[in-house]
């Protein structure tokens, strides 16, 4: 891949997995040029390579054609000449930092999308105008309006899957309200993540942290009015630069000897709480459906049927409650890359991750395997 030719990023300002894959770029020095959907080249090459519409994606120079943040980054990661080491080489700070993107990409859409959606009186104008504008990047007040109203009306419809509804919305703003202020303490004494630099941890929080949470005007004056070193973090991740000024002595490396601070583990421990019962309960879902579906020839696209997006509901608990939310089998996926990763570990590797697991409540990462895995293929998720 050449690194003078700029790449081509198909994304949109608000699009939560676009600033993370856009991030990405910017921290790896990567020349690239962003386009929203709305370009021709989208419907003309992107579209029909891919078959759905989807952001981000990226284009290279080649002709090679990337959906899906992970495998942008690690294809980026393969190809540069300076790749930015986002996995980092010590087993805990690996596995910590894929858990961390798991949790950004997939277990943070529930805050992401309440704070983005149900908050019109603060945020109507803006997402209107953002995504009017993504759709025609020229038009006026008016025609923007006319042209989100459809996606609005869309992501509202979407709103139950996750399970956001009037009884739930005390416990999503107070976990979110936790992990802020967890987060906020462990920025203070920390630039990135795990340390110096950023990793996938950073990445994937940066997604719902930025695109929706830091930038949507209703979430964005909640991080900056009570969570300072969040925003900064935010703020961080954004520019090109380590913009690290507030730790002038601090190596731009992850910690050392493989340490997981005491701040981090307490992120760990929220992450392990909220969203590890999820992640069980999607292990035993998917198990279930493949053991019932004996017959379904290996390469088959998970989602067969192009009016649906997930293959059934599962039960959570979220606060005292216990709720329906579609299965997201494409959080499995990232899951299994965690257990590749942790199955490729030496036994003194395995237990040093075993401790942390352990002490944050982890154990719904690492401990139960697919009977059948879920590869990816095409852009889609296929079975195995
Ligand atoms: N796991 C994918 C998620 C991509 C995704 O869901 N993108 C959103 C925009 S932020 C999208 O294009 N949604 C449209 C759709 O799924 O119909 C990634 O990391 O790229």
Redesign the pocket.
Known sequence: MSTTVPVTLYGSPP????G?ARSYLRKASIPFEERLHSHPDYSARILPAIK?????VLETPEGDIV????EIIDFLETRHSQPLGVYPDSPRQKIASMILEMFG?EGMLRPAMHYRWNFPEENDYFISMEFGRFMKADSTEEEAYELAAMPKAAMQKYLPGLGIAKETIPTIEANYQGLLQALNTHLLTSPYLLGGRPTMADFGLYGPMYAHLARDPAPEMLMKTTANRVWRWVERMTAANADMPEFPFMERETLADDAISDTLLDILKIVGREYGPEVIALIDFINTYSAEHPNIESGTPVITDANKRVLGGISIPLGDATITVGARH?SLWMLQRIHDAYDALNTEGRAAVDAVIQSAGLSAFTRQRLKRRIERKNYTEVWA
Request: hydrophobic share 25%; proline share 6%; glycine share 0%.
């Open positions: 699009s939560l997995y676009s993370k759905r519409f989807v952001i981000p959906q899906d943040t992970t990409d494409y």
